[in-house]
């Protein structure tokens, strides 16, 4: 704390410097969650309600963090605008700050992503909770096929992984909906997906569904192979929209794709609303 003190006495430190985002020094040392330092700096006259570039101040930080000491000790200091933001963002940082905590799952859904069968295969034996969350909302199942590791998903899924069980962070997708979203996943873990029972006509928090994703990632044969096992057609998301709309939409982005896939979805019987 010294060489710090000494180090702002001097010319060459400036405490209200800001980076290319506007963060400042405080914001980061909150992030480091140094609470003796985020004290020094406040006595020392920082302006702990500056907001950078992506909307993110001290308070907040700590807050997502789940930082509690330091929040409570910036919380009567900010103003209560701020403070009213910050406040119903902890209970979420406060589950972030466990589950980070847990070092057990944080390796396994590692592990996961990896595709590290050996590893995987040892943490299953132990008697990890296969299905537990990571600070990031994603369970092991997620990692995996969001990294392309087959083996891994096969592995998970015969230990007994749920293929309904949704991600607890952005738009709450089923594994099968982490699947479709991206073109670069193996179609085989798709496959075993579906073989294993998940949830055709799942949506995500915005009302996506799995068909309505194979439509926007122009996945031809999901969206066939979709349309043979029979979802609905007709489902619409938050906005109203079905997947006949999203495919029309699509159509600068490749359109001989597009239009067979446009021609699927009404020999099912979609409408465009």
């Not at 963002?89 to 980070?100: C, D, E, V």
């Not at 962070?169 to 579906?194: C, H, K, R």
Request: proline share 2%.
């Amino acid at each position: 704390m010294e060489v710090f003190s000494n180090l702002i006495e001097t010319d060459f430190f400036d405490v209200y410097e800001t980076d290319e985002e506007a963060d400042t020094i405080l914001m980061d040392i909150v992030w480091a969650r140094n609470l003796d330092y985020v004290k020094f700096l406040v006595k020392s006259g920082l302006d702990i309600n500056t907001i950078d570039s992506g909307y993110d101040f001290a308070l907040w930080l700590a807050a997502r963090q789940g930082w509690t000491e330091i929040f409570d000790y910036l919380s009567p200091l900010t103003l209560p605008e701020l403070r009213e933001i910050a406040e119903k963002a902890l209970p979420q940082g406060i589950i972030y700050r466990q589950r980070k905590n847990n070092h057990a799952v944080e390796l396994f859904v590692d592990d996961a992503f990896d595709g590290n069968i050996a590893a995987l295969n040892h943490v299953l034996s132990q008697g990890i909770e296969i299905d537990a969350i990571s600070s990031n909302g994603e369970a092991a199942l997620h990692k995996a096929i969001r990294n392309n590791q087959l083996s891994a998903v096969k592995l998970l899924i015969k230990a007994g992984a749920n293929p309904n069980l949704k991600v607890e962070e952005g738009w709450e997708y089923t594994p099968l909906m982490v699947a479709i979203n991206s073109a670069s996943i193996d179609y085989a873990i798709f496959q075993v997906l579906i073989e294993v029972g998940a949830n055709l006509n799942s949506s995500s928090s915005r009302g996506e569904t799995v068909l309505m994703l194979a439509v926007l990632t122009l996945n031809i044969d999901a969206v066939r192979r979709l349309l043979e096992l029979g979802v609905d057609v007709n489902a619409k998301d938050i906005y109203g929209h079905t997947a006949l709309y999203y495919a029309i939409a699509c159509r600068h982005r490749d359109e001989i794709v597009v239009e067979e896939i446009i021609s699927l979805l009404k020999a099912a019987g979609a409408k465009e609303a």
